[in-house]
């Protein structure tokens, strides 16, 4: 069975622009949630979405924003980049609700200059 | 102060020694409870999930949850150069915004 997919896996952009980063859940999950890593800051949850609703959001601005398409593959958005942005943006799915069992995708680097 | 803390580590061992790792919580509302491994260039790979008070055992694994004092240990036994990564710990209260733990990495000497 096919694991959580991400890409693209690396990512460089300057400050002012705007990203989309995408994931693909493993199949038959419906729940994909979106996670920030940084060293300062570690793994900080950004959104959670399932059925195409977000069910969740995290204390980040709203130049984040994501959706989920009806096949549960889902796209985050960051607009306006700042250099802070700077981080491994990691994509996690899980079977339904809820957020014990879920499994990660192997991330998108994204370096904002 | 973070919801969540974590021992920072680095931690080193030699191979075949017991490798503790601990967490400490503030929310008495974190309802579930997990051990994430997260190697180099990885994203992290869940290793095992409770919810209750006690011990779990999987394998070399052993987690731990107190949640009277809310504190959460994982214990590996018999460590090996493989188990060398960065281990999370991770809490899910009541709306489901998992909460991790800064992490601490772990070099295994063989």
């Known amino acids: 069975k096919a694991g959580v997919t991400q890409t693209p896996r690396y990512l460089i952009k300057t400050r002012g622009q705007q990203v989309t980063l995408s994931c693909s859940p493993i199949s038959g999950h419906r729940s994909v949630s979106w996670y920030q890593q940084t060293p300062g800051q570690g793994l900080q949850f950004l959104f959670e979405y399932f059925s195409e609703t977000q069910r969740n959001k995290g204390n980040f601005p709203g130049r984040f924003s994501g959706r989920q398409f009806s096949n549960s593959r889902s796209e985050m958005n960051v607009s306006t980049l700042e250099l802070g942005d700077s981080a491994l943006y990691l994509c996690?799915?899980?079977?339904?609700?809820?957020?014990?069992?879920?499994?990660f995708g192997p991330g998108t680097r994204l370096l904002v200059l | 102060q973070k919801e969540v803390e974590q021992d920072p580590g680095p931690l080193s061992v030699p191979e075949g020694a017991i490798v503790s790792l601990n967490c400490t919580y503030s929310n008495s509302a974190f309802q579930y409870f997990m051990w994430y491994r997260q190697y180099s260039r990885k994203g992290p790979e869940l290793l095992m999930y409770?919810?209750?008070?006690g011990n779990k055992e999987d394998g070399r694994f052993t987690a731990q949850v107190d949640k009277s004092s809310k504190y959460i240990s994982l214990f590996i036994r018999d460590s090996q150069p493989s188990d060398s990564a960065t281990y999370l710990c991770a809490m899910v209260p009541n709306d489901y915004k998992l909460s991790f733990g800064a992490g601490t990495t772990v070099t295994v000497r063989a």
């Open positions: 409770t919810y209750s008070s």
């Open positions: 996690a799915s899980s079977r339904g609700i809820g957020q014990e069992t879920q499994y």
